[in-house]
């Protein structure tokens, strides 16, 4: 049997998770449609929603709206993003399709599964620094093994919408700049082509489900997969449970160091007492945050470590800032950020990629203040509460859509996972808050 076809089979199976993990299914849900929502109010997805599918069931537009965020949910030793991909594609399909909440629960289970099971198999933490994305290259397999499981597919059809799926993965898109950048866009196509490929496996058409085994990915992309971590303990645990939230607006490679300066700051260090912050990382995402932000481009200042050091050290509340796109820095932002450097610190390599670590020294006149950060709030290990994940939906939806709306769409996620009339319910809500598509010509 190929690592496909055995994925398959646990897939197109009966999935036994426990109670806790339903609750996290819960949490991770409407976590990510907070998500999809505030998606929606950036320039990116602004684009996206002018431009988005007619297809009978969109499910590449929601997926790229919860993604593009920054706020959406984040597996670490795969290096991907397997939330904002997954749970707006099953929803999308689950209200397509009148599927109640258990059911919807273990497509996304499913889905997760697939994505993260691919990115650790690809061992994506290394890869997605020599330009392989690993949420786009596994969004197709991801939304492929959810559609599975929602069409009712057997495992055999699993197998061969699997192995159609991974024909599909593309490694990347280039440098995501400028204001309406094509990087969304191929995210929706990559998710797309997930249904695409179940649909076409539950029509009768066959793939190869040998690519794993064959050297497929090897010729192609210069991967050669672990084939272990790919089908090792399926069904002994789940990698939703090992999924991290993100507490603000940011690519996690920042937000190690930017805790511990929050720590530190919270000690009774104040931002004007500060001579200089020197931060070390590991040498893998040492070029993608060493740098500064260019005006309009979100993707730089999602990704500067001296600006999210400035702004939670000046202006706290731009950590929450959807757009992440200023018109303006302040001069105290600016001039926090002149003072960060920021080094590759092969130690740190010890904890990674399990964790994505940061050490930050903090100087004053006075003294020396220094913090190793293995997590951040939001991570299994430094769990958010439901409070606090409540009080992050609030905050974020609120500034997006309006408290209200808030308020409605908290109600709506509680009961989704009830019978099929409340998922339609809850998707029939985010829908509302845009426009419809125009038609084109």
């Avoid at 203040?369 to 951040?376: D, F, G, M, P």
């Avoid at 009961?415 to 125009?438: D, N, R, S, T």
Wanted: net charge negative.
């Amino acid at each position: 049997m190929t690592a496909l076809e055995m994925l398959a089979n646990f897939l197109a199976g009966d999935i036994h998770a426990s109670s806790i993990t339903h609750a996290n299914v819960q949490a991770h849900l409407t976590d990510t449609v907070g998500a999809w929502v505030v998606g929606a109010a950036t320039t990116e997805g602004r684009a996206l929603l002018a431009f988005r599918s007619h297809d009978d069931i969109d499910v590449g537009t929601p997926s790229a709206l919860a993604r593009l965020s920054e706020i959406d949910n984040i597996h670490m030793a795969a290096a991907t993003t397997p939330g904002g991909i997954v749970i707006p594609a099953a929803l999308k399909l689950a209200a397509a399709r009148h599927i109640d909440g258990n059911a919807l629960a273990d497509a996304i289970l499913a889905g997760i599964e697939a994505m993260v099971r691919l990115g650790r198999a690809i061992d994506g933490p290394q890869v997605i620094y020599r330009g392989i994305w690993p949420t786009y290259f596994g969004a197709p397999l991801g939304v492929a093994a959810v559609a599975s499981r929602l069409l009712g597919l057997d495992a055999r059809q699993t197998a061969h919408a699997l192995a159609l799926a991974l024909t599909f993965a593309a490694p990347g898109v280039g440098h995501h700049n400028a204001t309406t950048t094509s990087r969304w866009f191929a995210v929706a196509q990559a998710a797309r082509n997930g249904l695409v490929a179940a649909r076409a496996a539950q029509a009768g058409f066959t793939s190869d489900t040998n690519l794993l085994e064959s050297g497929f990915l090897h010729g192609t992309f210069g991967i050669t997969p672990n084939l272990g971590i790919f089908t090792n303990g399926l069904g002994k645990s789940f990698a939703l449970d090992e999924a991290a939230f993100k507490p603000w607006c940011a690519a996690r490679q920042t937000m190690a160091a930017t805790q511990g300066l929050k720590e530190i700051l919270a000690d009774g260090v104040l931002p004007a007492q500060i001579q200089s912050v020197e931060v070390s990382v590991p040498p893998p995402y040492l070029k993608m945050t060493a740098h500064g932000v260019t005006p309009g481009d979100r993707a730089s200042y999602l990704t500067s470590l001296p600006y999210h050091l400035a702004i939670a050290a000046c202006d706290p509340d731009a950590e929450y800032d959807i757009g992440q796109t200023p018109a303006s820095l302040s001069k105290d932002v600016q001039a926090f950020m002149a003072k960060v450097t920021v080094a590759a610190d092969e130690a740190l390599l010890a904890h990674y990629p399990t964790t994505w670590p940061a050490r930050i020294t903090v100087r004053t006149a006075e003294a020396t203040h220094e913090r190793l950060v293995l997590a951040v709030p939001g991570e299994p290990t430094r769990p958010l509460s439901g409070a606090d994940l409540e009080a992050k939906f609030r905050r974020f939806v609120g500034n997006a859509a309006g408290a209200p709306a808030a308020d409605g769409l908290l109600a709506a996620c509680a009961g989704a996972l009830g019978g099929p009339e409340a998922v339609a319910h809850l998707v029939g809500q985010i829908e509302g808050l845009y426009p419809k598509p125009k038609a084109f010509v």
